[in-house]
């Protein structure tokens, strides 16, 4: 069971336009998300997070928006940039109930910023 | 620097070899993450190790083995078992006070 998803496999936006990569999630007990970006051939780099008490946290071009009655999260980013195709990954943590830290990790979408 | 080093970058296997990836983390971190990425099924969870000499299994452990015998390291067997063992391969760690991962640069194996 995949309870966390980002069904868009890829996203193309031209540069300077806005980037829209969407997530639901299944688990009502997920308390904290995060996203990371990733290269190819490279480690997830931390990107931005976002506790369920709150419904938006901004850092930069980078906004994360929290609908929690949905189960939706999304990260914009504005203006996007070619440097920001990368390959895009949900992530959410059940960490006050299990106290583990663990992390469950949604398909990824691949952004392409066309110049 | 802090950080997590994977090696080696890129690992051969032949079928029936069981082959070692290794995890070393310098920042401290208490627990620690082994995840394979395959295209289109985002990053799933081998095992993980929340202390030293505990582990647990993740969601497809199945062919797979690790130890934690140091808080630094967390090397990743993969055995003959595994049926399908090419992938992309990262460690991360965490301290489990705090939210999120650091991440490896990742292991390629690819089975020959």
């Known amino acids: 069971d995949q309870q966390v998803k980002q069904n868009s496999p890829s996203l193309s936006v031209q540069e300077g336009r806005i980037s829209i990569l969407n997530c639901d999630y299944t688990n009502s007990m997920f308390d904290y998300f995060l996203w990371y970006k990733k290269y190819p051939a490279e480690g997830p780099t931390f990107l931005i997070s976002i506790s369920s008490i709150k419904d938006k946290n901004e850092d930069g071009r980078f906004t994360v928006f929290l609908n929690k009655s949905a189960k939706h999260l999304s990260l914009h980013i504005v203006p996007s940039q070619p440097g920001d195709s990368a390959v895009y990954f949900c992530?959410?943590?059940?960490?006050?109930?299990?106290?583990?830290?663990?992390?469950?990790f949604g398909q990824g979408t691949t952004l392409q910023v066309k110049p | 620097d802090g950080g997590i080093t994977q090696s080696p970058k890129y690992l051969f296997r032949k079928e029936g070899q069981n082959v070692t990836l290794s995890c070393e983390q310098n920042l401290n971190h208490d627990a620690m993450y082994w995840y394979r990425q395959d295209p289109g099924q985002g990053l799933r969870l081998i095992y993980y190790s929340q202390i030293v000499n505990d582990f647990q299994k993740g969601d497809i452990a199945e062919g797979y083995s690790v130890s934690r015998e140091k808080k630094e390291s967390f090397p990743l067997t993969v055995t003959s078992a595994q049926k399908n063992p090419t992938a992309f391969y990262l460690c991360?760690?965490?301290?489990?006070?705090?939210?999120?991962?650091?991440f490896g640069s990742g292991t390629r194996l690819t089975v020959v």
């Open positions: 992530a959410a943590s059940a960490y006050g109930s299990s106290n583990t830290g663990k992390l469950i």
């Open positions: 991360a760690s965490n301290n489990r006070a705090h939210y999120g991962y650091t």
